[in-house]
């Protein structure tokens, strides 16, 4: 009877099968950036990098005080302060930037044709010149303008021109990725799987290797004229190229009535948006993205220590609701998006790694934890040491488990 009605079963099922694995593979087992940084194409060349580092290490010794005076602006623990600052600072030095995007967009703007082809071709040409130094972002590319008709033409050139300049000079790296603003529809999607393979075609890229990032910074990206959630569908049409939903904070909350003085990353619209984007996400092995805060580390001591402080609260708000990337638009943000972020680790590293030890060595940490929640504790203490704020050695120590170990356990 059993091996009659599991056949029946396995019959009944195997196309639901089929959809669940294709539709949700999991994690995609690569490193996710804790933030992007975006810099206007007419403000980016080669030495971009090092002069967002200087500038963020010298905001840090300007601005920072002792190591308890800046722990006690950012509300951090004391016991972790001077460890997590020298973390920061080795991080500042060593990879200031882990995701570059070069921006023809917003922060670009529309300029006359000629214009846009030059940036495209001499930002292409600078980011070639990083990548074969090796002082090139894990992750970089750039964000084009929307596939609204507008924009359209100009944001397909400057992809064109850009991908060309790169594949010619054999710079496109596996960490390339590009950013398709202002979605508004399915149809956008599967236009833009129809732009890569053209140009792919064009400039003998391998098939299916351009990746790009949606924007979610429109209603319609959230809810469509039917009423249904668009995010699940755009995901599916881009084909496995999709690798990030990125919240758009103030597009979007403009979009929906809110008053300038109040759009803000933790505004309830926003918190909407990304409760959704998750929800869409989940087992897709695409990344979600936090959006930004337009307070920028300027001016006084005093204006700089509270852009600072709200920064770090909107980094840490972020990494609690499990989105673990957000955008960062000043060099000044660095000092904080770091601070902030590993001080999370560090604070949750000593429960995380005895919760997960017990777990596996099936001894008692207090808590009655299950598969997906081991796995959830392997994932927290794996992102810490991929941002730098864990040494490998202590998951040996802590967890009696190696690195590669540890990966099978975060993305299994």
């Not at 195997?14 to 933030?35: C, F, I, K, T, W």
């Not at 009423?227 to 881009?238: D, E, N, Q, S, V």
């Not at 972020?318 to 638009?329: A, H, P, T, V």
Request: charged residues 25%.
């Amino acid at each position: 009877m059993e091996d009659a009605l599991n056949a029946e079963l396995d019959r009944r099922l195997a196309e639901a099968d089929a959809a669940l694995n294709s539709l949700y593979p999991g994690d995609r087992g690569v490193r996710q950036p804790v933030h992007t940084v975006y810099v206007p194409a007419d403000r980016y060349d080669a030495g971009t990098v090092d002069e967002w580092a200087k500038a963020a290490r010298t905001a840090l010794a300007d601005h920072g005080g002792s190591t308890d005076e800046l722990a006690e602006l950012l509300q951090l623990p004391q016991r972790h302060a001077a460890q997590v600052y020298e973390r920061v600072v080795a991080k500042l030095e060593r990879e200031p930037i882990e995701d570059l995007r070069i921006d023809f967009e917003d922060g670009y703007g529309n300029r006359p044709d000629d214009q846009e082809d030059a940036a495209a071709v001499g930002a292409a040409q600078a980011l070639a010149e990083q990548v074969k130094t090796d002082t090139v972002p894990p992750y970089h590319g750039l964000r084009i303008k929307s596939l609204e008709a507008p924009s359209r033409r100009r944001g397909i050139r400057t992809l064109n021109l850009f991908v060309g300049e790169l594949a010619g000079a054999g710079a496109l790296t596996d960490g390339f990725v590009i950013t398709l603003a202002k979605v508004t529809s399915v149809e956008q999607i599967e236009a833009m799987v129809v732009v890569l393979e053209a140009i792919e075609r064009a400039h003998s890229v391998p098939t299916g290797s351009l990746k790009f990032e949606i924007q979610v910074e429109t209603p319609q990206a959230i809810l469509a004229a039917n009423g249904t959630t668009p995010l699940p569908r755009m995901i599916r049409a881009g084909a496995g190229r999709v690798t990030g939903l990125h919240y758009g904070t103030y597009d979007y909350s403009a979009s929906l009535g809110v008053a300038a003085a109040y759009q803000s990353m933790e505004h309830p619209v926003a918190d909407h948006a990304k409760d959704v984007m998750q929800l869409a996400a989940a087992g897709t092995g695409v990344f979600v993205c936090d959006g930004s805060t337009n307070v920028l580390p300027i001016g006084s001591r005093d204006q700089v220590h509270a852009a600072w402080r709200l920064h770090s609260r909107l980094v840490r708000r972020s990494l609690e609701r499990g989105i673990y990337q957000g955008w960062d638009m000043h060099p000044a943000q660095l000092p904080t998006r770091y601070l902030a972020t590993y001080s999370f680790y560090r604070e949750g590293l000593e429960t995380a790694a005895t919760r997960l030890r017990a777990y596996l060595e099936g001894g008692n940490s207090g808590y009655l934890d299950e598969p997906a929640t081991a796995t959830a504790l392997a994932g927290f203490v794996l992102r810490g040491v991929e941002c730098g704020a864990i040494d490998p050695s202590e998951i040996d120590l802590l967890i009696a488990v190696d690195l590669q170990e540890l990966s099978v356990l975060a993305r299994r």
